[in-house]
T-cell receptor
């Protein structure tokens, strides 16, 4: 089944404790992206990647890192999480040249 | 600036057609109309897209007016599982970033 998976689905952590949210897709998509969704602010892009080893900042990259060492994986790294990074996070992927994006199920992160 | 305008909410009876309107009066010639939906806190889901011709797939139909300034998404036989926020998005194909910018969308409630 074609899908985007994210792990963990739920995470409660404390300020400053490094964490990684994994994202994997099995559709051989070149493009992958991370969004966060907050009430009243809609979906905001954090980082995106057009292909392996090619990443770029979205609208709200501060406090986040990403890497794209393999085509299928695009982990989101929070080196020192803060409470303002409490949010619902989505990973998405698509083929280049197409705007039909496939989204993961979401990761609900709470930073205390 | 909002590129699309949608009603905040709509109701539909189960089994009836749901017709969701979207105004995009400033759409340019190479921009497509995309529809996504998001069931509560789940990942957004691509539904359909079109340029100027009407389109149909297994989920829905998309009717675009001849002047392309508005469109209607039609769910032919709405079910309770179609209750979601529906987003109409205008964007060009391809490009350097496939960032999705969701507005407030239309909350469609399908009633038994």
């Amino acid at each position: 089944e074609a899908q985007v998976t994210q792990n963990p689905r739920y995470l409660i952590t404390v300020t400053g404790k490094k964490l990684t949210v994994t994202c994997s897709q099995n559709m051989n998509h070149e493009y992958m992206s991370w969004y966060r969704q907050d009430p009243g602010l809609g979906l905001r892009q954090i980082y995106y990647s057009m292909n392996v080893e090619v990443t770029d900042k979205g609208d709200v990259p501060e406090g986040y890192k990403v890497s794209r060492k393999e085509k299928r994986n695009f982990p989101l790294i929070l080196e020192s999480p803060s409470p303002n990074q409490t949010s619902l996070y989505f990973c998405a992927s698509s083929k280049l040249g197409y705007n039909e994006q496939f989204f993961g199920p979401g990761t609900r992160l709470t930073v205390l | 600036d909002a590129k699309t305008t949608q009603p905040t909410s709509m109701d539909c009876a189960e089994g009836r057609a749901a017709n969701l309107p979207c105004n995009h009066s400033t759409i340019s010639g190479n921009e497509y109309v995309y529809w996504y939906r998001q069931i509560h806190s789940q990942g957004p889901q691509y539904i359909i897209h079109g340029l100027k011709n009407n389109e149909t797939n297994e989920m829905a139909s998309l009717i675009i007016t001849e002047d392309r300034k508005s469109s209607t998404l039609i769910l032919p036989h709405a079910t309770l599982r179609d209750t979601a926020v529906y987003y109409c998005i205008v964007m060009g194909s391809g490009g350097s970033n496939y960032k999705l910018t969701f507005g407030k969308g239309t909350l469609l409630t399908v009633n038994p």
